[in-house]
């Protein structure tokens, strides 16, 4: 499959009518939902809201016009708030521009090179742990607004900012800290009346009118930005200093990184919830045009958006025309209704993102994690603090090296010498009495094998072996016999198998489980998920399990049975 070949084009043939309906319905609403969200981060960001919406409507329709993903919905997301800031503080505008559309080259070659299926290879607790930090940074840098605190300057380090919070806690303005506690039990509470109509919209619209009609002295977006303007800028464009380049460089790795690795891990959520496949490397390339273009009109750096994304699919969106007109309709609010936002409320959008910071946050994944293997952990808890005390750059650097460095140990660790008794003498390999191919297997049982470390390198391997079979099986055994050690990616693996083979009404059973994976299995939950009656030690009470899940006899009968096809995935 050419990797120039934009999912747009796939899904218009035969696009009907009916489904054009339900992407435009669904393509309103998320323009609805996206607009608060990209003042927000625009704000957060360090730039004057315009710049987010900007970012929403140009970014957003080139990601859904060139995208890998039928229902990836584009623009700025949280993960980008602490980065941008940084580069901002530290070069200007101008080095923001420059470093985004670094980050879209880089994003460019990746996918032109084919670096999509390289992305899987990053160690899931370097991702929660970076992930967790930055949504503790965000949260960190609301709550001057959300208390309404008068600080003229907030200092730009994590310590220093709780520190100054502190001493300026007399100041609260409890105008400000009520209307914001308002929005904040708006949004929490909700979604229990509906899901059509976003809790954050809804947050605003109360808060602003309340704000609006009793006078309260609450700073607001017009009282602190300005008039946000109702038009598209031209594009504008820069001198090449390439001084500044060559310091920009690392900031621009990151972001490109951080737009890779959230993109197609949205599109990686959104295929689970269609059923659809995306493609790695023609995402990469959208996401890299994207990041290329809309700095020159403004904007700053934008990547796919999980809850955007889930978004359009939970409202019937499942070609890129919803994403389309996501942006057209974000297009049209700002060009009618954009000086409006001006009244919006900070204390608001102060809510609205400590909502974002605490769905970012993942911390029920961030507690499993705690429960893996020690190694885990530390990679877990070193990008974690490295994020929230140094810089996300740094974290991601480290804990990657960490994270390998580690993996070396652990292999070191299962590795077994044996003493060769007959160096040099041909002999055939001595015959497996445990072999798959001398077991009779009964329809509606698939037994799969893995040779090697389960670990973070062959996860994707094994969601990719998992997606040959287009029928699901009863039952599904996973022959475990030669894994010496898994870590917290396989073991996040395993867990997202088990949770999708419900769904298709799959029993998995475990075979072969050694002493490390099955430790790691129990301190992280997973014994209990499969059940102790699905782990067995050898493949034949394995079968039999199989065979009582079926209800057939232990032993079975000849027309029961079909002729055996050997899975392996090696590592």
Request: proline residues 5%.
């Amino acid at each position: 499959m050419p990797i120039i070949k934009p999912k747009l084009f796939t899904t218009l043939q035969g696009y009907t009518k009916e489904q054009f309906f339900a992407d435009a319905t669904a393509g309103v609403i998320v323009g609805i939902v996206a607009l608060p969200l990209a003042i927000a981060f625009g704000i957060a960001s360090g730039v004057t809201p315009e710049k987010g919406i900007i970012t929403a409507i140009i970014a957003g329709f080139i990601i859904s016009v060139f995208g890998g993903s039928k229902v990836q919905i584009g623009g700025p997301t949280g993960a980008f708030i602490i980065i941008v800031y940084g580069i901002i503080q530290n070069y200007g505008m101008t080095g923001l521009t420059i470093a985004t559309i670094m980050a879209g080259v880089i994003l460019v070659i990746m996918g032109l090179f084919r670096f999509g299926s390289a992305i899987k290879f990053i160690p899931y607790p370097v991702v929660v742990g970076f992930t967790s930090g930055i949504a503790l940074l965000i949260f960190s840098t609301q709550i001057k607004d959300f208390f309404g605190l008068s600080i003229q300057d907030v200092p730009a380090e994590f310590h220093e900012k709780w520190i100054t919070y502190f001493q300026t806690s007399s100041t609260i303005n409890y105008y400000a800290f009520g209307i914001a506690a308002l929005a904040l039990l708006i949004m929490i509470y909700w979604p229990r009346v509906t899901h059509r109509i976003p809790g954050s919209l809804i947050a605003i619209i109360v808060t602003t009118v309340i704000v609006q009609f009793f006078h309260f002295p609450v700073e607001t977006i017009g009282s602190k930005f300005g008039e946000i303007p109702s038009n598209l800028p031209a594009p504008k464009f820069f001198a090449i200093n390439l001084t500044l380049i060559k310091n920009l460089i690392a900031p621009a790795t990151t972001i490109a990184i951080l737009a890779a690795i959230e993109s197609l891990l949205s599109a990686v959520v959104a295929d689970g919830m269609i059923g659809g496949k995306h493609r790695s490397n023609m995402e990469l390339i959208a996401q890299g045009l994207a990041n290329i273009v809309t700095p020159i009109f403004g904007g700053i750096p934008a990547t796919g958006a999980i809850a955007r994304t889930a978004t359009n699919i939970k409202n019937g969106g499942r070609t890129p025309v919803a994403g389309i007109i996501h942006a057209i309709t974000l297009l049209l609010i700002m060009l009618f209704f954009g000086t409006w936002a001006k009244l919006i409320p900070m204390a608001t959008l102060a809510s609205v993102l400590i909502i974002v910071s605490y769905n970012m946050s993942e911390w029920h994944s961030f507690k499993e994690l705690l429960k893996s293997p020690r190694s885990d952990i530390i990679v877990l808890l070193t990008t974690f603090f490295l994020t929230v005390i140094f810089d996300l750059t740094i974290a991601i650097e480290i804990g990657m090296v960490l994270a390998v460095f580690l993996f070396m140990k652990r292999m070191a660790e299962v590795t077994n010498v044996g003493m060769i008794t007959r160096e040099l003498e041909d002999e055939e390999e001595k015959p497996d009495p445990n072999s798959i191919d001398k077991k009779q297997i009964p329809k509606g049982v698939e037994v799969f094998e893995i040779n090697g470390p389960f670990f973070f390198g062959a996860a994707s391997k094994f969601n990719d072996e998992m997606r040959v079979v287009e029928e699901p099986p009863r039952v599904r055994i996973i022959r475990m016999r030669n894994v010496p050690a898994v870590d917290a990616t396989g073991l996040q693996t395993l867990k997202k198998f088990h949770h999708d083979s419900q769904k298709q009404g799959t029993t998995i059973i475990l075979s072969g489980v050694h002493t490390q994976p099955l430790y790691a299995m129990t301190q992280a939950g997973l014994f209990d998920l499969f059940g102790e009656q699905n782990i067995y030690g050898n493949i034949d009470d394995a079968l039999d399990r199989a065979r009582d899940i079926l209800g057939l006899p232990k032993l079975g009968r000849p027309e029961d049975f079909v002729p055996t096809v050997k899975r392996e995935m090696k590592n």
